[in-house]
């Protein structure tokens, strides 16, 4: 028995590979991986010790794109099958597993022509492009939110790394600020930071902001302007998320799935900005089941004004009628929202078709 899993290209597809890879390594299970040199896929897994081997396919996205360019970007993703197909192939893959992301493509289709059952994790509340066209040929598609299009849907916990289960914690006072921008960064989230910081300083919260290597120098710079560099935690990434989660008390976030969902496993109540030109508006869906819980706020990037902030801190400190605080209510009830082994039931799900 050998699996290979594929996709990614962000941070949020690639957590659910990791997640994955971890289980089966726990398993005693080989696994092989198939990305892209496009993307983040290389930086997460070139020197992973989880897989037994690593392809990385010249391949790029094919959505949002010129007519031209996705001639192009489909020769490259053909081509690749061709390449995974061998791949697959030569290490008697018996199981593939698809996180999604264009990345996903060649191993995908790969694995359908060499007739080794696929099965697919769809992240988001809304399929990507990829997922939609696949789900149907897949053995199974695994997934937190309920689906209604074809295919076989097995609901499940989002597979998160245990270590965020480890690390929760019920929150009772705001005292530190996360300002998360994700893994490539969000200009609104960064200038939000910025327009904050002052008030938040004076008044003694901490703060730590992941801008974004992208945006790093030019946060660094305004904070600096602003004579507070040295009263800020500021990184362009960090590589203990999990650490970082720990120690505050409310986060400010895109609505990526997997952040979404780790901030839950972790107890952080937060307020979620949903990139807007995100495809089908998938992150507003992501969070809409949170907030209709009354689990997180939701803010509209075009509504995101500073008093945004402090009017959820004002909230989150009234109690409610059991004399709770609304912030300690929220953090109990994330935790109580996603089971552990996420991951773990996915692979067993797989493993007794």
Known sequence: MKFALTGGGTGGHLSIAKALAIELEKQGIEAIYLGSTYGQDKEWFENSPLFSERYFFNTQGVVNKSFFKKIGSLFLQAKAAFKAKEILKKHQITHTISVGGFSAGPASFASLFNKIPLYIHEQNAIKGSLNRYLSPKAKAVFSSYAFKDKGHHVLTSYPVQNAFFDSARTRTEIKHILFLGGSQGAKAINEFAL???????????????????????????????????DKIELFAFHNNIIEVMHRADLCVSRAGASSVWELCANGLPTIFIPYPFASNNHQYYNVLEFEKENLCYVVPQNELLPKKLFEVIRKLNQKDDQGNKNLTTISTKLQQKIAKDGAKTIIETILSA
């Open 195 to 229: 327009l904050n910081a002052p008030k938040l300083t004076k008044q003694g919260i901490k703060i730590t902001h992941i801008c974004g290597p992208n945006s790093y120098e030019q946060v660094r710079f305004f904070y600096q302007e602003l004579g507070l560099l």
